[in-house]
Structures are given as C-alpha cells and as structure tokens.
C-alpha cells in the first residue's frame, strides 16, 4: 500500500461549489503539506502543518483552507471553487527532527472546476 | 525574483547524451539541495540529495553544489529513455524548521 494516499484521484466540480480533498499517510511523519502545480508554475505551497496543533498559511492560501485531524491526516478545502483553481494537488509529509527535509508525496488530484 | 530558478526546459536528447539540468538560488542559508523526479501522472520522488558544496554520484547520475555560486546541477549519463521525466531542484536551510523551496522543474525527453 501507499505511504501517502490522496482521494480522490480525480475530480470535476463547478464554481462556487465547496470541495474536499483529503490525505492519509502511513509513514507516522509530523509534518504534511498540501502544493498545487500548473504547467510552467512549478509546485506552489498553499499550506503546511508541523503537527496536529499547527498550520500555517503557504505562498498561496486564499480560496482555500484545511484541517489536521490527526497527525495521519489532513485535509484541503475549497470554500467556494473557481476556474483558476483547477490544477494538480499533491499532499506530502516528511519527517520532524532530520535536517534534510525530504519530502514524500501522494499520487495526486487532478481537479477541474467548471 | 524567486529564491530558486530552475532551467525551464523542455530539454529533448537522444538516447545514450549527457544532460546536465541546473537551479540557480539566492538564499545563502541553504544547506541542504535536493533533486526530485517526477514522472508523467506521478508525484515527485527524490532522487538525489547532497549537503553543502561537493559532488555526489549515484550511478549515471551526479549531484554537484557550487555555493559560491549559488548553483546546483544533476547530470545523467548514459540518458536512457525512462528518465524521461521533470526534474525538480528544492533547497532548504539548516534547521528543523525550515523547509524546503521548489524550483519550477525541467522536463526531459530521452528520444530512442
């Protein structure tokens, strides 16, 4: 099995509609990420979490917030979806303590917002 | 101005070339230099990482940091068709609490 898993997979939504996403992950990791891509933007933070009682706002947190439930599992929402949100999101954790901050990420939701 | 610059890419090469795929930085705190891979459809998976200036190799494949510069570079040797695929440079300090920043990514094609 995965250690990051993400549902869904894949997701059409219309504007103004609110949506979830959410990321489970194995690995026992602190810390957990949620990034959007588009062609030619790269990865872009819109949040991270160090742990269950933290969460901080990314690069790019308007239109979107999120929830820790545990430290296995965070969440992504899209209070009222619009066109130019539609792209790649990726989860990711790593591990609290080691310097070399590598990061492991789920397979992705590939969202369409019409 | 980006902390991290990244090549944009694409890059296409025949199979068996050398590529050498580069980020440019401007934060002196970084330490710690990463190279991810990402294939089509898939999240990113480090490939390579390498602390402070120097060289590290990994079978066909070579990380070099040049701090002076605030400049990292992979190289692949011997391209083969599977590493086709968008490399991304990320950097991060030399704290706990520091993560780690992104360049854009560079996508290769290794053409048989």
């Known amino acids: 099995d995965a250690d990051v898993t993400q549902t869904p997979r894949n997701r059409i939504t219309k504007t103004g509609k609110r949506i979830m996403l959410e990321c489970s992950q194995t690995?026992?990791?602190?810390?957990m990420y949620w990034y959007r891509q588009d062609p030619g933007l790269g990865l872009r933070l819109i949040y991270y979490?160090?742990?269950?009682?933290?969460?901080n706002k990314g690069e790019i947190s308007d239109g979107y917030s999120v929830s820790r439930q545990a430290q296995a599992k965070f969440s992504l929402s899209l209070e009222s979806a619009i066109p130019n949100q539609t792209a790649l999101y990726f989860c990711?954790?790593?591990?609290?303590?080691?310097?070399?901050?590598?990061?492991?990420f789920g397979p992705g939701t590939r969202l369409l917002v019409l | 101005q980006k902390e991290v610059e990244q090549d944009p890419g694409p890059l296409s090469v025949p199979e068996g070339a050398i590529v050498s795929l580069n980020c440019t930085y401007s934060?002196?705190?970084?330490?710690?230099f990463m190279w991810y891979r990402q294939y089509s459809r898939k999240g990113p998976e480090l490939l390579m990482y390498?602390?402070?200036?120097g060289n590290k190799e990994d079978g066909r494949f070579t990380a070099q940091v040049d701090k002076s510069s605030k400049y990292i570079s992979l190289f692949i040797r011997d391209s083969q068709p599977s590493d086709s695929a968008t490399y991304l440079c990320?950097?991060?300090?030399?704290?706990?609490?520091?993560?780690?920043?992104f360049g854009d990514g560079t996508t290769l094609t290794v053409k048989p």
């Open positions: 990711a954790t790593s591990d609290l303590g080691r310097p070399q901050e590598t990061q492991y």
């Open positions: 690995k026992g990791h602190d810390r």
């Open positions: 979490s160090f742990d269950v009682k933290d969460i």
């Open positions: 934060n002196s705190a970084f330490q710690y």
């Open positions: 390498t602390y402070s200036s």
């Open positions: 990320a950097m991060s300090d030399d704290t706990n609490a520091g993560k780690s920043t």
